[in-house]
């Protein structure tokens, strides 16, 4: 047991290194198109296939955010947090039937044009501002930070910084091949990520099994975790009462039992795969089938991802309790290192390997999403409305670089406090902030053809506001106790709403002002869509693959609830 990488480990890393880096070379040397147009270098140009689609929605999701983040809930709740990854399949089977064949007929490449072609310029620059700003200064950072920190601990903790401008460095290249170059080698990264988190988790049970007498089983290690610590076993969080210690109270707070899946779970994983130009960039460019088949495909994998995000998390909570994690620093946020440091040569460096995958994929993607919307929404239209093509990918790359300095600078000693609040926590509270006003403006944009352009910049506006009121106000100004809400007491001693709780409430109030604006209008919008019913017929093979992921979610939750 040790924080130090051997020469097999390191080997291993940098064999990771070559191959992404020679594979991402030869698919960008097959195509050099992708210097001067614009399609090609932010959508791939409709070439990927349905698993280079599903491998990067998947890469690109699963970042530090979820080795460290969720890895680190799963110390500190357990399997609940699960919730963001299963529900994000069903999220994704809604997706992939209903949101994307709006999306492909209407030839959306981003989301702000979206925006501007079913309401008005106003909305999407808004809206694009809004994107930019988070993708920056939550996502990146976080994304960052957190990455830098957990590989920072395997290495004796004395290269944060270097580490940071690597990732930053490995992301940058990647990014400035385009888009067809992330999505390839998304597919070597989110093998790796599967593999080395895969092997991680493995080495957990069997390192919990070998502490408790068990000699090195994953079984019996898994079953150890079941008995040792059945209540990070519920899916279902019970509700506080007045004698509930406050880690149990803490508990809540991040996952409100069933009342997340009422309010905030929906909201959070519908717009985020459904909404967000990070994630819907990878299927814009491809055909309806290909579309639905690897945003099906990125479903079933989201299934297992808590098996490797958040079951080593569990594993670091027994193996501390019992006192085997002496290791352990930084709190839950250092769960998934400390596990790592028990790993052996070789595989510890897989496991870097893995880690560094999902981090360098996930700033890639984002880098690319910052650069397509500031690139094709703000600069052609606002700055410079003759850009020729080869003229707006250097300007995409530009903005590439200029966004990862941006996060570093913020990230190069934590000036948003990404380690006090918890890295996921960090992550899903602050994009929160303005998912139900999106989520509204998208939902009503493409299902009622009478919502108008007043509506959705209202809703914007109101939803940013009612997020910020429920979040910071709403106890201090209208009480702990309310009809709608009960604030509790946090750790820092301040009373605070669940804030999955919040985003359900903001987005139920955003969504009544902009129906009642909308009633004003005419009953049909002249920019409403004219959707077809037969769009959302799905093809016998994609209804089995549908079948298939709703009964494994039933399942899962037959045995956790």
Same mark, same amino acid.
């Given at each position: 047991?040790?924080?130090?990488?051997?020469?097999?480990?390191?080997?291993?890393?940098? &064999?990771?290194?070559?191959?992404?880096?020679?594979?991402?070379?030869?698919?960008?040397?097959?195509?050099?198109?992708?210097?001067?147009?614009?399609?090609?270098?932010?959508?791939?140009?409709?070439?990927? %296939? =349905? =698993?280079?689609?599903?491998?990067?929605?998947?890469?690109?999701?699963?970042?530090?955010?979820?080795?460290?983040?969720?890895?680190?809930?799963?110390?500190?709740?357990?399997?609940?947090?699960?919730?963001?990854? =299963?529900?994000?399949?069903?999220?994704?089977?809604?997706?992939?039937?209903?949101?994307?064949?709006?999306?492909?007929?209407?030839?959306?490449?981003?989301?702000?044009?979206?925006?501007?072609?079913?309401?008005?310029?106003?909305?999407?620059?808004?809206?694009?501002?809004?994107?930019?700003?988070?993708?920056?200064?939550?996502?990146?950072?976080?994304?960052?930070?957190? /990455?830098?920190?957990?590989?920072?601990?395997?290495?004796?903790?004395?290269?944060?910084? %270097?580490?940071?401008?690597?990732?930053?460095?490995?992301?940058?290249?990647?990014?400035?091949?385009?888009?067809?170059?992330?999505?390839?080698?998304?597919?070597?990264?989110?093998?790796?990520?599967?593999?080395?988190?895969?092997?991680?988790?493995?080495?957990?049970?069997?390192?919990?099994?070998?502490?408790? /007498?068990?000699?090195?089983?994953?079984?019996?290690?898994?079953?150890?975790?079941?008995?040792?610590?059945?209540?990070?076993?519920?899916?279902?969080?019970?509700?506080?009462?007045?004698?509930?210690?406050?880690?149990? &109270?803490?508990?809540?707070?991040?996952?409100?039992?069933?009342?997340?899946?009422?309010?905030?779970? =929906?909201?959070?994983?519908?717009?985020?795969?459904?909404?967000?130009?990070?994630?819907?960039?990878?299927?814009?460019?491809?055909?309806?089938?290909?579309?639905?088949?690897?945003?099906?495909?990125?479903?079933?994998?989201?299934? #297992?991802?808590?098996?490797?995000?958040?079951?080593?998390?569990?594993?670091?909570? &027994?193996?501390?309790?019992?006192?085997?994690?002496?290791?352990?620093?930084?709190? #839950?946020?250092?769960?998934?290192?400390?596990?790592?440091?028990?790993?052996?040569?070789?595989?510890?460096?897989?496991?870097?390997?893995?880690?560094?995958?999902?981090?360098?994929?996930?700033?890639?993607?984002?880098?690319?999403?910052?650069?397509?919307?500031?690139?094709?929404?703000?600069?052609?239209?606002?700055?410079?409305?003759?850009?020729?093509?080869?003229?707006?990918?250097? %300007? /995409?790359?530009?903005?590439?670089?200029?966004?990862?300095?941006?996060?570093?600078?913020?990230?190069?000693?934590?000036?948003?406090?990404?380690?006090?609040?918890?890295?996921?926590?960090?992550?899903?509270?602050?994009?929160?902030?303005?998912?139900?006003?999106?989520?509204? &403006?998208?939902?009503?944009?493409?299902?009622?053809?009478?919502?108008?352009?007043?509506?959705?910049?209202?809703?914007?506006?109101?939803?940013?506001?009612?997020?910020?009121?429920?979040?910071?106000?709403?106890?201090?100004?209208?009480?702990?106790?309310?009809?709608?809400?009960?604030?509790?007491?946090?750790?820092?001693?301040?009373?605070?709403?669940?804030?999955?709780?919040?985003?359900?409430?903001?987005?139920?109030?955003?969504?009544?002002?902009?129906?009642?604006?909308?009633?004003?209008?005419?009953?049909?919008?002249?920019?409403?869509?004219?959707?077809?019913?037969?769009?959302?017929?799905?093809?016998?093979? %994609?209804?089995?693959?549908?079948?298939?992921?709703? #009964?494994?979610?039933?399942?899962?939750?037959?045995?956790?609830?």
């Amino acid at each position: 047991m040790n924080n130090q990488l051997t020469l097999l480990d390191i080997s291993v890393f940098l &064999v990771y290194i070559l191959v992404v880096g020679a594979y991402g070379f030869w698919i960008y040397n097959r195509k050099k198109k992708a210097v001067a147009d614009t399609r090609d270098f932010f959508l791939a140009e409709g070439s990927l %296939t =349905w =698993w280079a689609i599903g491998a990067s929605l998947i890469a690109s999701n699963i970042s530090a955010e979820q080795f460290i983040g969720m890895s680190g809930n799963g110390f500190f709740v357990g399997i609940a947090v699960a919730a963001y990854e =299963w529900i994000a399949a069903l999220a994704l089977v809604i997706i992939a039937v209903w949101f994307i064949p709006i999306y492909l007929k209407n030839k959306i490449y981003t989301m702000p044009q979206f925006l501007k072609m079913r309401y008005n310029e106003t909305v999407a620059l808004i809206m694009a501002i809004f994107w930019l700003f988070l993708y920056v200064f939550v996502n990146l950072t976080s994304i960052l930070y957190l /990455g830098a920190i957990a590989i920072d601990g395997l290495l004796g903790g004395q290269y944060l910084h %270097t580490i940071m401008i690597v990732l930053a460095l490995a992301a940058v290249i990647i990014t400035l091949g385009g888009m067809k170059v992330i999505g390839y080698t998304d597919v070597i990264q989110v093998a790796v990520l599967i593999i080395g988190g895969l092997a991680t988790t493995y080495m957990a049970l069997c390192i919990v099994s070998e502490k408790f /007498g068990m000699g090195s089983d994953a079984l019996a290690g898994f079953n150890v975790l079941l008995k040792d610590a059945p209540n990070h076993f519920h899916m279902i969080l019970d509700k506080p009462t007045a004698s509930s210690p406050q880690e149990e &109270v803490d508990k809540y707070l991040i996952l409100p039992g069933i009342l997340m899946y009422i309010a905030g779970q =929906w909201i959070v994983n519908l717009n985020y795969w459904g909404c967000n130009q990070y994630i819907t960039q990878r299927a814009l460019g491809a055909d309806l089938q290909t579309a639905r088949t690897g945003i099906l495909f990125a479903a079933m994998l989201k299934l #297992m991802m808590p098996v490797i995000v958040m079951l080593p998390g569990i594993a670091a909570y &027994v193996l501390y309790k019992n006192g085997h994690l002496p290791q352990l620093k930084g709190g #839950m946020d250092g769960a998934y290192s400390a596990v790592l440091s028990f790993l052996p040569s070789g595989l510890k460096g897989l496991s870097v390997a893995a880690l560094t995958a999902a981090i360098v994929a996930s700033l890639a993607g984002k880098a690319n999403s910052i650069s397509t919307i500031f690139t094709l929404d703000i600069y052609k239209k606002y700055m410079k409305k003759d850009a020729d093509e080869a003229k707006m990918v250097w %300007t /995409g790359r530009l903005a590439v670089v200029f966004s990862m300095i941006v996060a570093i600078i913020f990230t190069w000693d934590d000036l948003l406090g990404i380690g006090s609040a918890g890295g996921f926590t960090f992550i899903q509270k602050y994009t929160g902030y303005i998912s139900p006003g999106v989520f509204a &403006v998208f939902m009503l944009g493409m299902f009622w053809k009478r919502t108008t352009g007043a509506a959705a910049i209202a809703g914007i506006l109101c939803g940013f506001a009612f997020s910020v009121f429920f979040n910071e106000a709403a106890p201090y100004l209208l009480g702990n106790e309310t009809f709608l809400y009960t604030a509790y007491l946090n750790k820092d001693g301040r009373y605070e709403i669940p804030f999955l709780l919040c985003m359900g409430l903001s987005f139920f109030f955003t969504l009544a002002i902009m129906i009642a604006m909308s009633l004003t209008g005419p009953k049909i919008n002249p920019k409403a869509f004219n959707n077809d019913t037969s769009m959302f017929r799905v093809k016998p093979v %994609t209804l089995i693959q549908i079948i298939i992921i709703l #009964m494994i979610l039933m399942a899962l939750y037959v045995k956790f609830w």
